[in-house]
């Protein structure tokens, strides 16, 4: 399920009502997995199948993407980010979709999506950043280039932006989500770049 706003909802998040748009109201938060790393607490690690969002200067890291994607979400008008460590693209109709939505490209990017909106983020103004889905063997199905082509239509979607990515080839990478709304990728071959 993709969550979709219309436009005639108001800027600020305290302005809003139960009325507003067309948001589906839901029973419960949406459920936020990853955790302060133990040696750094301004660190966010973000595991495989988690998600993570902060209000604050903490910056969100993940590490291990070969086919798996991660994909950064920022609403910058109140700084407020997400990123999601997702394995496989498509979860709608498994039972681990229920209990593992960030397992999944398109569960994860709507629990993320939810996640930033209930801490108050406005799902129209969010802009993404794809990093990852490398094809790390030579698979006649492989895994990577299916969760980047899953992103891009489960963001598109949401109405969600892609504003830059690094993904694809046969490279590992490493990335850090900092307060500033960029996203630092650092491959295995040691290369480093932010977008």
Avoid: W
Avoid at 6 to 26: F, I, K
């Amino acid at each position: 399920m993709t969550r979709s706003l219309s436009d005639d909802r108001p800027d600020d998040p305290a302005d809003r009502t139960e009325s507003d748009g067309d948001a589906v109201a839901d029973p419960e938060p949406a459920t936020v997995t990853g955790g302060a790393a133990a040696n750094d607490p301004g660190r966010i690690k973000v595991g495989v199948g988690e998600l993570a969002v902060t209000t604050d200067d903490a910056v969100l890291t993940t590490s291990g993407l070969g086919s798996c994607v991660a994909v950064a979400l920022v609403d910058e008008r109140v700084g407020i980010r997400g990123l999601l460590h997702a394995m496989l693209p498509a979860g709608e109709g498994r039972t681990t979709a229920v209990s593992r939505p960030a397992k999944y490209v398109d569960t994860g990017i709507d629990s993320l999506i939810g996640a930033l909106d209930d801490a108050g983020a406005d799902p129209r103004r969010l802009e993404a950043r794809v990093a990852g889905g490398a094809e790390m063997l030579d698979l006649t199905d492989a895994v990577g280039p299916r969760n980047v082509q899953r992103v891009g239509e489960v963001l598109d979607a949401a109405g969600v932006p892609v504003v830059a990515s690094d993904v694809g080839d046969a490279v590992g990478r490493t990335v850090r989500f900092g307060p500033d709304g960029r996203l630092a990728v650092r491959a295995a071959d040691g290369f480093e770049r932010v977008i």
